[in-house]
Nanobody, 124 residues
Framework: QVQLVESGGGLVQAGDSLRLSCAASGRTFSTYSMGWFRQAPGQEREFVAAINWSGANTYYADSVKGRFTISRDNAKNTVYLQMNSLKPEDSAIYFC?????????????????WGQGTQVTVSS
């Protein structure tokens, strides 16, 4: 069992940066690949970024590539999402989750143990 708690969201202006954190409980955290997703009002949950268990491999949605960076610190049981050059269209609730299975890491249904999310609002 893994429990995830996201933090670091807030209200910022376009062009600003934020760093989200996802703190995990459970001794097996370091064995899991992790993902960040976001969901805006009235829209489906969409993939943002993913990282493998060691941190050696990372993956990004085209919409955030070059602006966002996912990383992890297994000693601290934490995954991060550094978000730079934020845009109003990045506004959403951001969730982290554990990748449990599957071939397409962009699919939310391949993840579990979702956190409660953290709100990011970017004003223009």
């Amino acid at each position: 069992q893994v429990q995830l708690v996201e933090s670091g969201g807030g209200l910022v202006q376009a062009g600003d940066s934020l760093r989200l954190s996802c703190a995990a409980s459970g001794r097996t955290f370091s064995t899991y690949s992790m993902g960040w997703f976001r969901q805006a009002p009235g829209q489906e949950r969409e993939f943002v970024a993913a990282i493998n268990w060691s941190g050696a491999n990372t993956y990004y949605a085209d919409s955030v590539k070059g602006r966002f960076t996912i990383s992890r610190d297994n000693a601290k049981n934490t995954v991060y999402l550094q978000m730079n050059s934020l845009k109003p269209e990045d506004s959403a609730i951001y969730f982290c989750a554990v990748r449990l299975t599957g071939r397409d890491l962009r699919r939310p249904d391949e993840y579990g143990y979702w956190g409660q999310g953290t709100q990011v609002t970017v004003s223009s």
